[in-house]
Protein backbone atom coordinates (compact mmCIF):
# COMPACT_ATOMS: atom_id res chain seq x y z
CA UNK A 1 0.00 0.00 0.00
CA UNK A 2 1.04 3.56 -0.68
CA UNK A 3 1.98 5.70 2.48
CA UNK A 4 2.03 8.70 0.64
CA UNK A 5 -0.74 10.68 -1.56
CA UNK A 6 -0.79 10.20 -5.04
CA UNK A 7 -2.63 10.97 -8.50
CA UNK A 8 -2.80 9.71 -12.14
CA UNK A 9 -4.75 11.41 -14.38
CA UNK A 10 -5.63 10.27 -17.85
CA UNK A 11 -5.79 12.70 -20.44
CA UNK A 12 -8.34 12.01 -23.59
CA UNK A 13 -10.61 13.80 -26.37
CA UNK A 14 -13.62 13.38 -24.46
CA UNK A 15 -15.19 12.53 -21.32
CA UNK A 16 -18.92 11.07 -21.85
CA UNK A 17 -21.21 10.38 -18.89
CA UNK A 18 -23.49 6.87 -19.57
CA UNK A 19 -26.42 5.86 -16.87
CA UNK A 20 -25.65 4.56 -13.59
CA UNK A 21 -22.68 7.02 -12.97
CA UNK A 22 -20.15 5.11 -16.23
CA UNK A 23 -17.87 7.49 -17.52
CA UNK A 24 -16.69 6.57 -21.28
CA UNK A 25 -13.59 7.93 -21.80
CA UNK A 26 -12.92 8.46 -25.75
CA UNK A 27 -9.73 8.69 -27.38
CA UNK A 28 -7.12 8.37 -24.51
CA UNK A 29 -3.37 8.94 -25.01
CA UNK A 30 -0.43 7.42 -23.39
CA UNK A 31 2.19 9.72 -22.95
CA UNK A 32 2.43 11.89 -25.97
CA UNK A 33 -0.31 13.48 -28.10
CA UNK A 34 1.12 13.77 -31.38
CA UNK A 35 -0.74 16.45 -34.19
CA UNK A 36 -0.67 15.38 -38.14
CA UNK A 37 0.07 18.50 -38.93
CA UNK A 38 2.24 21.48 -38.20
CA UNK A 39 1.88 24.22 -35.36
CA UNK A 40 -0.86 25.30 -34.45
CA UNK A 41 -3.33 22.69 -33.22
CA UNK A 42 -6.57 22.61 -31.85
CA UNK A 43 -8.57 19.99 -30.61
CA UNK A 44 -12.01 20.65 -30.37
CA UNK A 45 -12.52 18.90 -27.45
CA UNK A 46 -9.92 17.25 -24.82
CA UNK A 47 -10.45 16.49 -21.12
CA UNK A 48 -7.98 15.01 -18.47
CA UNK A 49 -9.66 12.85 -15.74
CA UNK A 50 -7.84 13.19 -12.56
CA UNK A 51 -7.37 10.34 -9.30
CA UNK A 52 -5.98 11.70 -6.41
CA UNK A 53 -5.59 9.11 -3.87
CA UNK A 54 -5.24 9.72 -0.25
CA UNK A 55 -4.65 7.72 2.50
CA UNK A 56 -7.88 7.79 5.14
CA UNK A 57 -5.46 8.32 7.87
CA UNK A 58 -4.07 11.24 5.96
CA UNK A 59 -5.24 14.41 7.27
CA UNK A 60 -6.47 17.14 4.90
CA UNK A 61 -9.55 19.58 4.26
CA UNK A 62 -8.63 20.99 0.96
CA UNK A 63 -7.66 19.80 -2.19
CA UNK A 64 -6.86 21.72 -5.46
CA UNK A 65 -6.54 20.60 -8.71
CA UNK A 66 -3.94 22.57 -11.42
CA UNK A 67 -4.02 22.06 -15.04
CA UNK A 68 -0.53 23.81 -16.06
CA UNK A 69 0.60 24.03 -19.36
CA UNK A 70 4.77 24.08 -19.59
CA UNK A 71 6.24 25.74 -23.02
CA UNK A 72 10.22 25.66 -22.54
CA UNK A 73 10.21 26.55 -18.67
CA UNK A 74 7.10 28.76 -19.71
CA UNK A 75 4.30 28.53 -17.07
CA UNK A 76 0.43 28.68 -18.08
CA UNK A 77 -1.96 27.85 -15.34
CA UNK A 78 -5.25 26.20 -17.94
CA UNK A 79 -7.40 25.37 -15.05
CA UNK A 80 -8.28 25.52 -11.63
CA UNK A 81 -10.24 23.17 -9.16
CA UNK A 82 -10.77 23.59 -5.60
CA UNK A 83 -13.01 21.24 -3.18
CA UNK A 84 -13.61 21.37 0.48
CA UNK A 85 -13.23 17.63 2.25
CA UNK A 86 -15.50 17.50 5.30
CA UNK A 87 -14.67 14.37 7.61
CA UNK A 88 -18.28 13.29 6.85
CA UNK A 89 -17.87 13.38 2.90
CA UNK A 90 -13.77 12.02 3.66
CA UNK A 91 -15.63 9.22 4.99
CA UNK A 92 -18.28 8.19 2.06
CA UNK A 93 -14.90 8.67 -0.30
CA UNK A 94 -12.84 5.84 1.17
CA UNK A 95 -13.00 2.13 0.26
CA UNK A 96 -10.51 -0.50 1.20
CA UNK A 97 -7.87 -1.40 -1.02
CA UNK A 98 -8.27 -4.43 -2.74
CA UNK A 99 -4.66 -5.75 -3.26
CA UNK A 100 -3.33 -4.71 -0.12
CA UNK A 101 -3.54 -7.91 2.41
CA UNK A 102 -3.86 -5.31 5.81
CA UNK A 103 -7.24 -4.18 4.26
CA UNK A 104 -5.52 -0.23 4.12
CA UNK A 105 -8.09 2.41 3.41
CA UNK A 106 -7.77 5.05 0.99
CA UNK A 107 -9.84 8.22 0.04
CA UNK A 108 -10.67 8.60 -3.71
CA UNK A 109 -11.32 11.95 -4.74
CA UNK A 110 -11.89 12.34 -8.80
CA UNK A 111 -12.09 14.91 -11.04
CA UNK A 112 -13.01 16.25 -14.85
CA UNK A 113 -11.34 18.63 -16.55
CA UNK A 114 -12.88 19.71 -19.93
CA UNK A 115 -11.80 22.45 -22.50
CA UNK A 116 -13.68 22.91 -25.55
CA UNK A 117 -11.56 24.33 -27.88
CA UNK A 118 -7.90 24.21 -26.92
CA UNK A 119 -5.15 25.36 -28.89
CA UNK A 120 -1.34 24.42 -29.12
CA UNK A 121 1.05 26.94 -30.71
CA UNK A 122 4.17 24.66 -30.08
CA UNK A 123 5.27 21.51 -28.50
CA UNK A 124 4.59 21.40 -24.53
CA UNK A 125 3.76 19.55 -21.76
CA UNK A 126 0.07 19.03 -19.96
CA UNK A 127 0.64 18.50 -16.16
CA UNK A 128 -1.50 18.14 -13.48
CA UNK A 129 -0.60 19.36 -10.29
CA UNK A 130 -2.70 18.83 -6.53
CA UNK A 131 -2.55 20.74 -3.36
CA UNK A 132 -3.83 19.27 -0.08
CA UNK A 133 -4.58 22.12 2.62
CA UNK A 134 -2.08 24.41 -0.29
CA UNK A 135 1.08 23.06 1.18
CA UNK A 136 1.57 18.95 -0.06
CA UNK A 137 2.45 18.85 -3.61
CA UNK A 138 0.95 15.94 -5.92
CA UNK A 139 2.32 15.02 -9.00
CA UNK A 140 -0.71 13.96 -10.77
CA UNK A 141 0.70 13.44 -14.38
CA UNK A 142 1.52 14.83 -17.13
CA UNK A 143 1.17 14.69 -21.38
CA UNK A 144 3.61 15.86 -23.99
CA UNK A 145 2.22 17.69 -26.45
CA UNK A 146 4.34 17.09 -30.17
CA UNK A 147 4.07 18.22 -33.71
CA UNK A 148 6.20 15.67 -35.59
CA UNK A 149 5.57 16.86 -38.98
CA UNK A 150 7.31 20.42 -37.67
CA UNK A 151 10.16 18.54 -36.51
CA UNK A 152 11.00 16.85 -39.51
CA UNK A 153 10.38 19.45 -41.61
CA UNK A 154 13.03 21.34 -39.90
CA UNK A 155 14.92 18.42 -39.57
CA UNK A 156 15.17 18.24 -43.09
CA UNK A 157 16.35 22.01 -43.73
Sequence with gaps: MNTEPYGITTFCDDIRFEVAGKLTLVGC????????APAP??????AALVNIRVPAAYDFSKIKVIALRDTNGKIEKLHEMRAEISNENKEQMVATTADDPNGARVCDIGFQIRWSPIQFDEACYLKIRAYLDETHEIQAGALKVNF??????????
Excluded: H, K
Design 29 to 36: YQNEMNFA
Design 41 to 46: GTMSTF
Design 148 to 157: PLADSVSEAN
